[in-house]
Structures are given as structure tokens and as C-alpha cells.
């Protein structure tokens, strides 16, 4: 199989291509992925760390408010629309899937004119601009929320829920913890409650904040709570320094870090989880099935953290705090969990389970195969 893939701008929209090229890989290993996507995005990076060839194209996101730029975005995205013609033509793919993004508007539009089947991603529960824009060019459109559908009414082509591609470890749901990071009183046989919490590889300030008011407040306190909080890069150091004045850097029970590298096993070890409401992060929830606190970025385009939280909400399924509010709240909610009603945490366990597809990569390879089987 001839693969082309595009989406960028943000992480959220390159790993989801990224792991739609590997289950393609996966699964035909005979096959030709490569990438189209700007030099300057995050996909200049990732893409080539990854070993794949990058096809650049000149291409930027329209401004949200009216402005005189707008019109010069819209010309680049045109001429960026005749140069991914050229780069089709050249590499001749049997299908073309894009993941969202602007990078996705002259890529799917240009496969889309010259009768090359299409597929997009949609990982929010609403769709952003670039799929919304292009859900009448595309094939079809595989999404990683229920819900998404809703906003997809009018598409003529078929939308499919397949979930949203995650690494195969998080669906371990064993509770053996790694020898390293048993207690003492773990050992002795008594019961521990872990806390993982995080913000992201750069990190959030709230998060932080509030990691760290739950150590002084709570968690310093009553060994028979853990907690690992990774601070994310931005501000490593400046929570480190707040951490050791605290002394909190003496207790066995706290653990702080930049970044979490084994996501999965620390994810299984945990009773209660606390951090953004990305799609990615999200997915991996659901598939490690965890209880979780969720405090949405305010900053993100579309306010899209704070929309696919709510979906989650509605559903009993995540605990969710305003980005205002979680540092005030966050001492009183995870000692209710915890301590006071874990019945509530169970549910949430079992609740957050119904948002994710364990079998994702199977779904998106058969589906993608299904339509080619059409053409």
C-alpha cells in the first residue's frame, strides 16, 4: 500500500498521523508512508525523528479574528493546494489520510480533485476547522468521540467511530507495581493510594500548582497516600525549588519529575490520575480505564480540552475542575475520592472505559482496507 499522510501544527494532530502510518506498517509492512507537512511545524521534527520522508509545503492557519493577513494565509494555501498535486502525481498513493490541522486543507483537497480516496481523522469531540471544511471532500471520516458525529451532520460520506490510536501497553490492567517504586508499607501488606499527575512535556502551571498544594495540604501528611508528579520542561526547575523548601523532596511518598518516560506502567500503578483533557491523554485514560481528574486547558484553539472533558463529564465518567478553580478545589475533591467515596472512583473507572477502543488500530486498518476494497 502507497500511503500519504498529513496533519499538523500541534502534537495532537502529527502522533495521530504518526500512529496511523505505523498501524498501516503494522499490518502491510511492504508499505510506502510518507508525510506532507511544513518545515517550521512540530511535524518538521517528529516526522524526521521518526525516519519518514517529509514532503514540505509552504502553509499557515487563518487568524480567528478578521485581519488583511487572512487573505495572504489564503493564497499560500492555494499554491500550497497546486504544489501537493504535484507531490500526488509524483508518489501516486492509494489513499491519502489527514489528521487535522491546516496542513490538511491543501493536502486532502488536492488527493480529493484528482479521484484519490481519502480518509480523515477527527481525535476531538468537535471537529476542528480543517475537517469540518473538508468532511464533503473526504471518503471517509473516522472519529475518536460519539459525539463528534453530531457535528459532522451533512457530511456525505460515511463517518466512522473507531477511537483514537494509543500505545498497546496502557491496556494492561494488572496492578503489579515495579519493584522500584514499592512502599514500605506496601510491603507490609498495608493498602497505598497512588496519585499520577502531569501536564503535558512542557507542562501546566495550574497542574503544578495544584501537585503542589495537594503535597503540602494532604499528601505530606498521610503516608498512606503516594503521589509522582512530573512538572513538564517550562518549569522544572522553579517547582523543583519550591518542592525541596516545602521538604517535601525528604518524604518517601512523593516523587517529583520533569517527564514521565514510561507513561503506561505508571498509568497502571495509579489508583487516580490528574491532568489535561487532550484527545491523546484522553484515549489512554480510557484504554488503561483510570479514574481521573481533569482540569482543562483554557488556551487551546476551539476550546476543545474543555469540550471533550464535558463529553466525559456527561457520561459519569471523569471529574473535571475549571483551570480557575483547581487549586483551591483540588485538596477537598481527591480526598473525597480516596478517602470518602470510592464508589465513586470505580464508576469512574468503569465509565471512562466506554471512550476508548482497545482495538483501535484494528479498526482504523479495516476501515481504511474497506475502502480501498470500493474503489
Not at 502525481?89 to 484519490?116: E, H, M, Q
Not at 496502557?170 to 503489579?176: E, I, M
Amino acid at each position: 500500500m502507497r500511503v500519504l499522510v498529513c496533519g499538523g501544527g500541534t502534537a495532537g494532530h502529527v502522533n495521530p498521523a504518526l500512529a496511523i502510518a505505523d498501524i498501516v506498517l503494522q499490518n502491510e509492512p511492504d508499505s510506502v508512508v510518507e508525510y506532507v507537512g511544513t518545515e517550521k511545524g512540530i511535524e518538521g521534527t517528529l516526522v524526521r525523528k521518526k525516519g519518514m520522508i517529509l514532503h514540505p509545503i509552504r502553509v499557515q492557519g487563518l487568524r480567528r479574528s478578521l485581519s488583511p493577513a487572512n487573505i495572504r494565509v489564503l493564497m499560500m494555501a492555494y499554491s500550497a493546494r497546486r504544489e501537493c498535486k504535484r507531490i500526488i502525481r509524483d508518489f501516486a498513493p492509494d489513499v491519502v489520510i489527514g489528521t487535522g490541522g491546516y496542513v490538511c486543507w491543501p493536502v486532502i483537497s488536492a488527493a480529493s480533485s484528482l479521484s484519490i480516496p481519502t480518509v480523515l481523522h477527527e481525535s476531538n469531540a468537535e471537529p476542528g476547522f480543517a475537517v469540518k471544511t473538508l468532511r464533503n471532500r473526504a471518503d471517509l471520516i473516522l472519529v475518536n468521540f460519539e459525539a463528534t458525529k453530531k457535528h459532522l451532520k451533512g457530511a456525505n460520506v460515511c463517518v466512522k467511530r473507531v477511537g483514537m490510536p494509543v500505545n498497546p501497553a496502557f491496556a494492561d490492567h494488572s496492578k503489579t507495581r515495579q519493584i522500584g517504586h514499592i512502599s514500605g508499607l506496601e510491603s507490609q501488606g498495608q493498602q497505598v493510594k497512588k496519585i499520577l499527575s502531569f501536564g503535558g512535556s512542557l507542562g501546566a502551571t495550574t497542574i503544578n500548582q495544584a501537585a503542589l498544594k495537594l503535597m503540602k495540604d494532604y499528601v505530606k501528611g498521610n503516608p498512606k497516600i503516594r503521589i509522582e508528579h512530573a512538572t513538564g520542561a517550562r518549569e522544572y526547575e522553579s517547582v523543583k525549588k519550591l518542592f525541596a523548601e516545602a521538604g517535601l523532596d525528604q518524604l518517601d511518598n512523593i516523587t517529583l519529575n520533569e517527564y514521565i518516560y514510561d507513561m503506561p506502567q505508571k498509568m497502571k500503578e495509579a489508583d487516580l490520575v490528574i491532568c489535561r483533557s487532550g484527545a491523546s491523554t484522553l484515549a489512554e485514560l480510557g484504554v488503561a480505564k483510570k479514574a481521573a481528574i481533569l482540569i482543562p486547558s483554557p488556551h487551546v484553539t476551539g476550546d476543545q480540552q474543555n469540550k471533550n472533558a464535558a463529553e466525559l463529564l456527561s457520561k459519569n465518567a471523569a471529574i473535571v475542575l475549571k483551570d480557575a478553580d483547581a487549586v483551591e478545589s483540588i485538596v477537598d475533591v481527591v480526598k473525597q475520592l480516596l478517602e470518602e467515596d470510592e464508589t465513586k472512583l470505580k464508576e469512574l473507572s468503569n465509565n471512562i472505559g466506554q471512550f476508548a477502543f482497545a482495538d483501535c488500530d484494528k479498526r482504523i486498518y479495516s476501515e481504511i482496507k474497506s475502502l480501498l476494497e470500493k474503489q
